[in-house]
């Protein structure tokens, strides 16, 4: 009786290891999905749209991802992802690009990969009342180039010429931009002309970068 007691008791004994080795494994098994299913959710935004209309800002005290998202050169949405508010730069990064997502789906934007920098030209037209200087604003490596371009046509070929915002700053280099143009087409430079008020994340970068 005693050697059976025994034994009963070794095998409630190894069922028990048993269970709670398949519970131990099925848990593993469950993380690893969840970090396979979270890796495969960040490798298809990468694919996707990766980092179009969102810029890395690291000047001064700004430290987070400004999404800037265009539609036929006009801005529809401006917004800086901190890393401080968003626990992190990876987290802030994800959180700036599923924002960015939602704006291009709800304003069927079709972004066109190779031309980023023509994407993020504003055309002024309409705020400055002349026609061929355009702001640019483009993420080169990790940091933002600011500049005022003067398009204009020169021997039957259209000429582009930029001028920095952080050297002139935002007010010089844009009327550095008019001059070029107005001398290139034999034109008066125009008067009292004052560049559109800059939006409030780049405000930020122009005075962290003493433009």
């Known amino acids: 009786m005693a050697i059976k007691k025994s034994v009963k008791k070794s095998t ?6 048993k269970a709670v080795t398949k519970k131990a494994t099925r848990k593993k098994a469950l993380k690893q ?12 935004k990468e694919k ?15 430290h987070g991802w400004w999404v ?20 992190g730069k ?5 959180a700036a690009q599923e924002h960015r997502d939602k704006v291009v789906k709800k304003n069927k934007i079709v972004p066109v990969h190779m031309r980023k920098t023509r994407e ?23 940091s ?14 259209q000429r582009n010429v930029s001028f920095s915002v952080r050297k002139y700053g935002y007010e010089g280099a844009f009327r550095k931009a008019v001059r070029a143009r107005s001398e290139a087409i034999g034109t008066t430079v125009p008067r009292g002309l004052t560049p559109p008020a800059p939006s409030r994340e780049l405000k930020k970068w122009i005075k962290s970068v003493g433009a």
Request: charged share 30%; net charge positive.
């Open 12 to 17: 409630k004994k190894k069922g028990a290891k």
């Open 33 to 44: 999905a969840v970090k396979k299913g979270a890796a495969r959710k960040a490798t298809t």
């Open 48 to 62: 996707g749209l990766g980092l179009t209309y969102i810029t890395r800002m690291d000047h001064g005290n700004t």
């Open 68 to 87: 800037r998202v265009y539609k036929d050169s006009r801005p529809v949405e401006s917004k800086l992802f901190s890393d401080g508010v968003y626990g």
């Open 90 to 94: 990876n987290k802030a990064k994800l």
């Open 120 to 142: 993020h030209s504003v055309d002024c037209r309409s705020t400055s009342g002349l026609v061929g200087v355009t702001l640019s604003v483009a993420d080169k490596g990790g």
């Open 144 to 157: 933002l180039r600011v500049h005022w371009s003067a398009r204009f046509m020169e021997k039957g070929k």
